[in-house]
């Protein structure tokens, strides 16, 4: 052999003896797969959908809800309520009603490197989050407490300034590790850039979870391994691996050849994707559908005069089958909703108006609004206006595309003549909806369970030069009961008041149609046949909150 | 020479200086920022939370003062921080970079000292069949999207056969050189598969053109071997086209491969500056691509100074 | 020479005339959408069967082409055009010539797309004068698409059509013309040009190719041709979502790229050697 062939066949029995040959030991570590890598890890700043689900497997906010949308307590040991007497109403010098909120944290719970959770941590995570210039994202919750007084090294008080009916949900409140950010945050205007999460992640003494970050490899993989002062149920994976693929079809092809074991849901593959995967390879996974909160629906501009007619928005619902599009884009799996609430809220209720799909009376109206039929295939009314219109959604997005496209093909033949207009996401956000240079809009909107739909219903939240184009209501809907029915609720503590409050809102939503209701997004949870333990939430708290649940069945 | 050489570095800070702008620019007048896409998939922010961070972050600034500072502190040799990660710059971009310089320069050099062998051997028996053969595997290198490219060997190597990792830059907690190398096979294989292509058309058209001039002729009158006549007296003029074109591909050194990195979940430059620039992470985004820039300028400046040793009939004014 | 051009003369046939004739005969349009059959295989009625909404595959194919076409044709040869104009005068003119452009080339090279494309996709073009009918048509996503790439595109002619003029310049028989008395005009389109023409027809080539591709990247982002319309780089991208449950939506139009790119090449090749006889070439 001449010296090249020499080394070239030493390199390829090198790289041949590096190839695995049999399986690590019985499933001890699990590879999770997710479409994005979250660029930074503080909790507080940056929220992102990446980041929850890894930090979901290593530090405890206060409360959440869980699978049963239900409000638990994670760190803490009881819920406040008014009836066990750890929430006290007050009035407040102003006349207004606030409340204040005793909670426990649980004598177990401890940081990584053995230092346990104390209020010394909330005090901690209180001032960080009440400072301006500290990068919180969501300044909400920390601008409503108006103080905390700490009892103790577990118990504390927190004084809120309105009573609202979810007072006892503080779950944007994930407290931080003072005794190791406390330098960080020597110069709030730095803390972003200082944060221990960004220098340090693999820092076990910044997690209070069943798991603590052990190698993060940027724009890869993030390694977990079971947090040695952990003292409730004991985890049962050794180790586990969250790698980030962000192309769909690649995160496919690492689960078929093993790279990655499961696909993570919220962070996973669209559903129209997911069941193209499952009806090639389905029965080799086990593959979990669950409705969750995205909200899909059409936006419609009420300032268009075509529009601002009731009986041509009635129309536009009529003329599109709803139940066939997710029938045969969905499988089914993306139940169509009737209005903005999910059916697993608490305040859901049938009792709203249903629109099937019925061709003729759509017609009907439109020529009842004065639109007839016109020589082309559309509609004109007297004033040689066409009912053309605009729809628009995020380009690049493979399942809205097709959507939009069924849309337009349907109401073709209503005589509503619908033109597909796509932009990047940023740009339909960032500049197109909020100046309101639209039509249609097709788009989801996230909400929570009970989540109170101010910003985008209310009239004041109009986005216009008086708000700075900050609202969200960007269809314009300015009705005074709906703005009556959102002052009420946020303040009605009775569960059933509230529930017919709901109704109500729900009811005046479908019947005025600010928004085409189309349905509710699902997610797609590909997991091996091997793992139990994992049940979806379909809210936006992640499964990975429950991963000392997760087992490896033999 | 040197006044060529001291006018050209005179140039080069200038295009920096000016791209700078252009794409600071850029990155400025694209709509929406992230934060005002934040609340869209978040129920709790408010417009106050939105006007607050941009205050924080320093955007509610004017572009053009911003612009400014960023250019007082880098002269002051401060990358700053990348928004996006909330490190120093260096600290983001000097792994990424290692990453890229690894996958392009194998990518590139084996491409080109493939496309040299095929390119050669193509013009050397124009339209024979060994001939058509390289043209048609050309063609269906051309042919190919690389994500499709990807996509197949993703599928065939590593989910059928599981010869090599689908994707990734080492395995969880393991990072020895032959773990690296295993994770570099398929990206490289694609980048090379994706640019081979090309590169042989330009050397058998570059050759072909060659090896029909007179003084190839003369030189075999005169009782020249084969292997002199086309490895000296030809190769040499062909290579003006090809220098060019290897110069054109060196700025990929540096601003990596989007596509192949993204379907093999390799974290390179090219990721980062998309990434970076989609986040309106305005100093990543500018020491990626001015980095980027340098380098294509350094690469176009050595390809002139090959032009002239390759070919002495060529002189600068 | 007339096998390429048979080729691309029958693709550009169907794909220009095909839907029509067939829209004609069966009344069959691309936007038919029938949600009841859909990623259909082989049948009387679609002999390539359906897409993922029930299109007829075979007339989405006709279509795409015509956009494919027309984009790749445009696109590579307005970027030639460009990029030679701008190589000739570099490379030719020299001094400061040569240095302001290829310093205006290597800028153009390092300019980062992405932003450039989302920029333009944000433009509001009534503000730019363009006239509504214009603005608002389907066509104006083709029109950005084709700027873009003769942008993208230009930068390599133009350095490569440099080179080789600077290795043309100081030879004796431009040296000749030019003591004749020739002018510079005279002297780019009769000595020079013919003597830049290997690279630069590959180039162009193979960029017609290269822009059906980069439509192909453009729609896998979300910013290329947009729906309903299709092109042979969009069915391509969407297909790859599909892989593992309809393979052949891709193979068809990737089938056809392929086809395509063979025939400009040899389109190309025979260009070369009509155009460029033994003896005229570079250096000869």
């Not at chain 1, 003549?417 to 909020?434: C, D, I, M, W, Y």
């Not at chain 2, 065939?156 to 994707?167: D, H, K, M, Y």
């Not at chain 3, 363009?130 to 084709?146: G, M, Q, T």
Request: contains cysteine.
């Amino acid at each position: 052999m001449t010296d090249l062939s020499r080394i070239l066949w030493s390199s390829l029995m090198l790289l041949a003896a590096t190839i695995p040959t049999g399986r690590a030991a019985e499933h001890q570590s699990l590879t999770i797969g997710t479409i994005q890598f979250p660029s930074t890890l503080n909790p507080n700043i940056e929220a992102m959908a990446a980041k929850s689900y890894v930090l979901g497997l290593a530090l405890r906010p206060f409360t959440v809800y869980d699978a049963d949308w239900k409000l638990i307590c994670l760190l803490c040991t009881q819920l406040p309520s008014i009836e066990n007497g750890l929430a006290a109403p007050v009035d407040l010098p102003d006349g207004k009603k606030g409340i204040d909120l005793t909670y426990t944290i649980r004598a177990d719970a401890s940081w990584g490197d053995g230092v346990p959770v104390t209020t010394a941590d909330v005090l901690f995570t209180y001032k960080v989050g009440r400072d301006p210039k500290s990068a919180i994202e969501n300044a909400e919750l920390y601008r409503r407490i108006i103080g905390i007084d700490a009892h103790d090294d577990k118990t504390f008080t927190m004084h809120f300034d309105k009573l609202t009916f979810d007072y006892a949900a503080i779950n944007d409140f994930i407290p931080l590790s003072a005794h190791i950010e406390r330098d960080a945050f020597a110069d709030p205007t730095q803390y972003r850039l200082r944060t221990h999460y960004n220098t340090d992640p693999a820092n076990p003494g910044l997690y209070n979870g069943p798991y603590v970050l052990k190698e993060v490899s940027s724009g890869s993989h993030i390694l977990l391994e079971p947090n040695p002062h952990w003292t409730g149920p004991p985890p049962h994976f050794r180790q586990i691996t969250v790698r980030a693929i962000e192309n769909t079809a690649a995160l496919e092809a690492n689960l078929l050849s093993g790279s990655v074991d499961m696909i993570a849901g919220e962070v996973g593959l669209p559903l129209d994707e997911a069941l193209a995967f499952e009806k090639r390879h389905g029965t080799d996974y086990q593959v979990i559908y669950k409705p969750g909160l995205a909200y899909e629906h059409v936006d419609i501009n009420l300032d268009r005069s075509a529009l601002a007619d009731r009986r041509v928005r009635e129309a536009l619902i009529l003329g599109i089958d709803r139940a066939a599009i997710t029938r045969s884009l969905f499988a089914g799996r993306e139940p169509v909703a009737d209005s903005f609430m999910n059916p697993l809220d608490a305040g859901y209720t049938d009792a709203v108006p249903h629109y099937g799909y019925d061709p003729a009376r759509a017609q009907a109206l439109l020529e009842e609004a004065g639109f007839h039929a016109a020589a082309n295939g559309g509609r004109r009314n007297a004033n040689g206006q066409e009912l053309s219109f605009e729809l628009m959604t995020t380009a690049g997005n493979r399942s809205r595309e097709l959507v939009e496209q069924v849309l337009q093909s349907q109401w073709r033949k209503i005589g509503v003549e619908v033109k597909l207009k796509n932009e990047p996401a940023r740009v339909l956000f960032g500049e197109t909806l909020r100046h309101r240079r639209f039509d249609l809009a097709m788009y989801a909107w996230i909400s929570s369970p009970e989540n109170v739909p101010r910003s985008i219903l209310r009239s004041d939240e109009i986005p216009s030069e008086a708000n700075a184009f900050a609202g969200q209501n960007i269809a314009g809907f300015n009705n005074a009961e709906m703005d009556r029915l959102i002052d009420a609720l946020e303040v009605e503590l009775d569960r059933n008041k509230r529930n017919t409050l709901w109704a109500e809102a729900q009811r005046l939503y479908a019947t005025e149609l600010p928004s085409l209701p189309l349905y509710f997004r699902s997610d797609a949870f590909i997991l091996p046949k091997w793992l139990t333990g994992l049940h979806p939430t379909g809210n936006q708290y992640p499964t990975t909150l429950w991963v000392t649940d997760w087992a490896a069945s033999p | 020479m040197i006044r060529f050489t001291a006018a050209r570095l005179v140039d080069m800070a200038a295009v920096l200086a000016l791209m700078s702008f252009v794409i600071y620019v850029l990155i400025g007048l694209m709509p929406g920022d992230p934060i005002d896409l934040m609340r869209s998939a978040d129920p709790h922010m408010t417009a106050a939370d939105v006007a607050r961070l941009k205050a924080v972050y320093g955007i509610d600034r004017p572009l053009f003062e911003r612009y400014l500072d960023w250019v007082r502190a880098t002269l002051g040799g401060d990358l700053g921080y990348s928004r996006l990660f909330g490190t120093p710059v260096v600290t983001a971009l000097l792994p990424r970079l290692v990453n890229s310089l690894a996958l392009m320069g194998a990518s590139f050099a084996l491409a080109f000292l493939c496309a040299l062998g095929l390119g050669i051997a193509a013009a050397r028996r124009p339209n024979s069949g060994l001939d058509a053969a390289i043209n048609l595997f050309c063609f269906a290198g051309v042919s190919v999207p690389t994500f499709w490219l990807a996509l197949i060997l993703i599928l065939v190597f590593a989910a059928q056969l599981g010869w090599f990792p689908a994707g990734g830059i080492t395995t969880a907690g393991n990072a020895d050189m032959a773990d690296r190398l295993r994770h570099l096979v398929l990206p490289v294989a694609t980048l090379m598969l994706a640019n081979l292509g090309g590169y042989t058309r330009y050397v058998r058209a570059a050759m072909r053109d060659a090896l029909a001039q007179d003084h190839i002729r003369t030189a075999r009158a005169k009782g020249a071997g084969e292997a002199r006549v086309v490895f000296h007296h030809a190769l040499r003029t062909a290579l003006v086209p090809v220098v060019t074109i290897l110069a054109l591909s060196f700025g990929g050194l540096v601003s990596g491969a989007l596509v192949t990195e993204t379907m093999f979940a390799y974290p390179g430059m090219g990721k980062l500056i998309f990434d970076a620039v989609m986040g309106n992470d305005y100093n990543l985004a500018l020491a990626g691509l001015l980095l980027a820039t340098a380098t294509t300028l350094a690469a176009n400046f050595a390809a002139d100074l090959a032009y002239a040793w390759l070919d002495p009939r060529v002189s600068y004014r | 020479m007339k096998l390429p051009l048979a080729l691309l003369a029958a693709v550009a046939a169907a794909a220009f005339l095909g839907p029509v004739v067939l829209h004609a005969a069966f009344g069959l349009g691309t936007d038919d959408i029938d949600l009841l059959n859909r990623m259909s295989g082989q049948s009387a009625l679609h002999p390539l069967g359906t897409d993922e909404l029930g299109r007829d595959v075979l007339l989405r194919l006709l279509e795409g082409g015509r956009i494919s076409l027309v984009i790749g044709i445009a696109a590579a040869i307005a970027a030639a055009a460009i990029g030679t104009a701008i190589g000739l005068a570099a490379g030719y003119l020299g001094g400061w010539t040569d240095r302001v452009l290829m310093r205006i080339t290597d800028g153009m090279i390092a300019l980062p797309l992405l932003p450039l494309l989302i920029v333009l996709a944000a433009l509001d073009l009534d503000k730019l004068g363009v006239p509504a009918a214009l603005a608002r048509s389907d066509d104006i996503s083709l029109i950005r698409i084709v700027a873009l790439a003769v942008l993208i595109g230009w930068t390599t002619a133009a350095r490569l059509v440099r080179g080789a003029a600077l290795v043309t310049r100081n030879r004796d028989f431009v040296r000749a013309a030019r003591s004749l008395g020739a002018g510079v005009p005279h002297i780019l389109w009769r000595h020079i040009l013919p003597n830049v023409l290997g690279p630069l027809i590959v180039a162009t080539t193979l960029s017609a190719g290269d822009v059906i591709l980069l439509e192909s990247v453009l729609s896998f982002l979300g910013l290329g041709v947009q729906p309903p319309l299709a092109s042979w780089g969009s069915m391509l991208s969407n297909a790859q979502e599909l892989v593992t449950s309809a393979p052949s939506l891709a193979v068809y139009p990737g089938l056809m790229i392929f086809l395509t790119v063979i025939a400009f090449n040899l389109l190309g090749d025979a260009l070369q050697n009509r155009l460029d006889p033994i003896g005229r070439s570079i250096a000869g």
